[in-house]
């Protein structure tokens, strides 16, 4: 079942997620949902506060479906390894219409529990590398316009109030 991405502005995306208990069967419907919308989107990402849930579970595919090897899902994901810098553009679903340029480091790597709750540990570099950097940054309240300073966010944050108000948001 594809789930309404909710949107900069609601709560579940600006504060940190709870630890996952148990992978529950509600758990393994969720991750199904979450990997469904992710691909109706399309994304490479989502994350599990993106659909109102405050849990520490985000699904990843840098190749949005067309390698299945790429589909990964992250339970309780923690940063082993961070290294190097990058910047590209970036966007999120939770904030459509909107990029911007966000300096990442080069290579991540990162252990958590897949879906069977067997422990995993991955190393990305490039996009996968900032995928996983910007689905953990969800896992904590942040998004990528918390990562902009100044004028660059200013001008965001002020057309997402101006849509708000006009109930266009
Ligand atoms: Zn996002």
Redesign the pocket.
């Known amino acids: 079942m594809i789930r309404p991405i909710v949107k900069y502005g609601t709560a579940s995306l600006h504060r940190p997620a709870e630890k996952v208990d148990a992978i529950t069967p509600d758990l393994q419907t969720l991750i199904d949902d979450m990997i469904e919308t992710m691909y109706a989107a399309p994304?490479v990402?989502?994350?599990a506060p993106?659909v109102g849930l405050p849990l520490r579970l985000f699904v990843v595919d840098i190749s949005v479906g067309r390698n299945a090897a790429d589909l990964m899902v992250f339970v309780n994901p923690e940063f082993v390894e961070r290294d190097g810098m990058q910047l590209e553009e970036e966007?999120?679903?939770?904030?459509p219409g909107f990029t911007a340029t966000v300096a990442r480091p080069a290579r991540a790597v990162v252990r958590g529990q897949d879906r069977t709750g067997t422990e995993r540990l991955v190393e990305g570099t490039g996009l996968l590398a900032r995928a996983f950097q910007?689905?953990m940054?969800?896992l904590d309240g942040r998004?990528?316009v918390d990562h902009l300073r100044g004028i660059k966010r200013d001008l965001i944050v002020r057309k997402i109030q101006k849509l708000t108000r006009a109930g266009e948001w």
Do not use: K, T, Y
């Not at 966007?91 to 904030?95: F, I």
């Open positions: 994304g990402g989502l994350a993106q966007g999120c679903l939770s904030v910007h689905e940054d969800h998004l990528f």
